[in-house]
């Protein structure tokens, strides 16, 4: 039964028709329920694993062919004599719902096994194998280009990104792109946020969705997804001797949260790490001389940071240091008995540190390069170096009050 209100007259009634509005109501109900997935384990002679990842939902022969290469690399593994075994257990993860995106596809695989996920050193994701490209142009119309697709392959940093790096090269994977984490597309993106270890490899061909007869299999370049599969089992190899720890401690951003847009939602915090020197520390100023020093941070007002020198003696000087590569005149502030200046110019390429009491005719100067600052400062570098470029303003006050 559907009611659609009452009937509407004057400024709602258009060109002798009568608008009417109408309300839907849908009670509908949800159950979370088992899906069936495969997940098969080659033992090993460690309780370690290595975890092969992907999905095996699709339309075609892109989405989704892994599963398939998860079964040559679980031959390959298998087939090796004792003596060349790997020792860690290997997983191979093959599980449904990727295609429908309120489903909780990687992430609900690892709630269930979660004993499995603990014990992993490394995850290898995989979507997509032997894609060839294909464009579409006015004068040729949809057409092979004769490459192969672009081959995406995220990487924690450090001993895995190299083992990965060195991997692709062995087996000359063509226009393959090594990215960084945790920005990630594709399915291996949960494995990051859980701290392991992990690689992502993905294309994404323009007939990644379509629907044929055909399956698209007048795309698949074979030989292409051989060497990529090739590429996964070398990697892994290379992996198995490698310790844990190691493959953990080169990236700082494993266990961190999903960014905004990846596949699986993540309502994790991100953890706070600071950049640079605590809020106040102690610098030399040279003669067996220290300061403190209280860091305020920028000031746009000022054009310039804020800093505080504090001595022994009780003195204080209020520091407002310019941008480096400002041409205003010198930027005051004689808020304190004691106060220091940085002063540039363009056409000398020069830097004046001034120190004083009173007014600048007074004070006494005492000069360095530009490029001495900008060396003490670390420019280029995501933090730079307070505490040798303070160090260095230090010295310049303390020389030019003992003048």
């Not at 106060?339 to 100067?365: N, Q």
């Not at 995501?382 to 310049?396: H, K, N």
């Amino acid at each position: 039964m559907v009611d659609f209100g009452p009937r509407l007259t004057g400024s709602d009634a258009h060109d002798g028709f009568i608008r009417w509005r109408a309300w839907l109501t849908l009670t509908a109900t949800r159950k979370t329920v088992p899906c069936p997935t495969v997940t098969a384990v080659l033992p090993g002679a460690s309780r370690e694993m290595i975890i092969f990842n992907t999905h095996t939902d699709g339309q075609g022969f892109v989405e989704e062919n892994a599963p398939v290469a998860f079964v040559h690399l679980a031959r390959h593994f298998a087939s090796l004599p004792a003596g060349r075994r790997l020792k860690r257990t290997l997983v191979f993860a093959n599980w449904p719902g990727h295609m429908s995106n309120d489903l909780p596809q990687a992430q609900g695989w690892m709630d269930v096994h979660k004993d499995l996920v603990d014990r992993a050193a490394a995850a290898l994701t995989v979507e997509h194998l032997g894609c060839s490209e294909w464009a579409d142009s006015l004068d040729r119309g949809y057409h092979p280009t004769g490459r192969a697709e672009l081959f995406a392959v995220w990487a924690s940093q450090g001993k895995m990104f190299e083992l990965t790096r060195d991997a692709v090269v062995k087996q000359d994977l063509p226009r393959t792109a090594l990215l960084r984490p945790p920005a990630q597309f594709g399915v291996g993106g949960p494995f990051h946020q859980a701290g392991v270890p992990q690689i992502g490899a993905i294309a994404g061909p323009e007939y990644l969705l379509t629907v044929s007869d055909s399956g698209d299999m007048d795309k698949l370049d074979e030989r292409l997804a051989a060497r990529q599969i090739a590429f996964l089992a070398d990697l892994t190899t290379a992996l198995d001797p490698v310790s844990a720890r190691e493959l953990r401690a080169g990236d700082q951003t494993l266990g961190s949260p999903a960014p905004k847009g990846n596949i699986e939602p993540s309502d994790a915090v991100p953890k706070a790490a600071r950049c640079g020197p605590e809020e106040t520390f102690v610098v030399a100023a040279g003669g067996g001389k220290s300061f403190s020093v209280r860091w305020y941070g920028r000031r746009h007002a000022l054009h310039g940071i804020l800093i505080v020198l504090g001595s022994g003696g009780g003195l204080t000087c209020v520091l407002t240091v310019a941008s480096l590569s400002t041409r205003s005149a010198a930027i005051s502030r004689l808020e304190r008995p004691r106060a220091m200046w940085v002063r540039t110019s363009s056409s000398r390429g020069m830097s004046s540190a001034i120190a004083g009491e009173g007014s600048l005719g007074e004070a006494r100067r005492a000069n360095c390069s530009i490029r001495r600052l900008r060396s003490s400062l670390g420019i280029g570098s995501p933090c730079g170096s307070r505490v040798g470029w303070l160090s260095l303003l230090a010295m310049s006050f303390s020389r030019s009050s003992e003048m």
